[in-house]
């Protein structure tokens, strides 16, 4: 984040002390939180194959995945 003048930091300030962020009530409001089951950490040599595959597929890495997982669900059905 490039640094910001006084009257920035202070337009900030004065933005999310207006703007509170709303939570849901549930405990569960950010994206982590909601989302715990969907997030897997992965090497980065398999980070850097999904990438790629994605990229030469001109799609995500999540469809990549969800295609490999789909094609294992077949051959072993």
Known sequence: MPDLTDQE????D???TVNTPKLSGNGKSGFFAQNTGQVVFIDSFS???????AAAKNTT??????????AEISKSA
């Open 9 to 12: 930091y202070d337009a900030l």
């Open 14 to 16: 004065e933005y999310w």
């Open 47 to 53: 980070a850097d194959w999904l990438r790629i595959k």
């Open 61 to 70: 890495p999540e469809a990549v995945i969800k295609e490999l997982v789909l």
